[in-house]
């Protein structure tokens, strides 16, 4: 049985910072490309960060320079550190797999607010 569990979420004020996890199970994750999406409320789940099996990132333009992914393969986990967090920086964050196929995990909400 496949599953990715985010932690790491929580209320942040703005400027501040947070460090999001995924653990995996149930896949060979050393296999995998990783990414992190968000979900801000009303709209479109978008890709703000992936990591690749071989460990190349790509960030997008609104979070460069303010986010970093990585991973720990021995750990089976994935991490994104973000720091100078804004107020639409808010959303549930969500973990996924990708290879032949997508897997999900449930997502951790980041709220940010003064």
């Known amino acids: 049985q496949v599953q990715?569990?985010?932690s790491g979420?929580?209320?942040v004020q703005p400027w501040g910072s947070l460090r999001l996890s995924c653990e995996t199970s149930g896949i060979i994750f050393s296999m995998y490309?990783?990414?992190w999406y968000r979900q801000a409320p009303g709209k479109q789940r978008e890709l703000v960060a992936g990591i690749t099996s071989?460990?190349?990132t790509n960030n997008a333009d609104t979070v460069k320079g303010r986010y970093t992914?990585?991973?720990v393969n021995a750990k089976n986990t994935m991490?994104?550190?973000m720091i100078s967090l804004n107020l639409e920086d808010t959303a549930v964050y969500y973990c996924n797999a990708k290879r032949l196929v997508?897997?999900?995990g449930q997502g951790t909400q980041v709220t940010v607010s003064s």
């Open 4 to 6: 990715l569990v985010e």
């Open 9 to 11: 979420g929580g209320l």
């Open 33 to 35: 490309t990783m990414n």
């Open 54 to 56: 071989g460990g190349s």
């Open 69 to 71: 992914i990585s991973r």
């Open 79 to 81: 991490y994104l550190e």
């Open 102 to 104: 997508y897997y999900w």
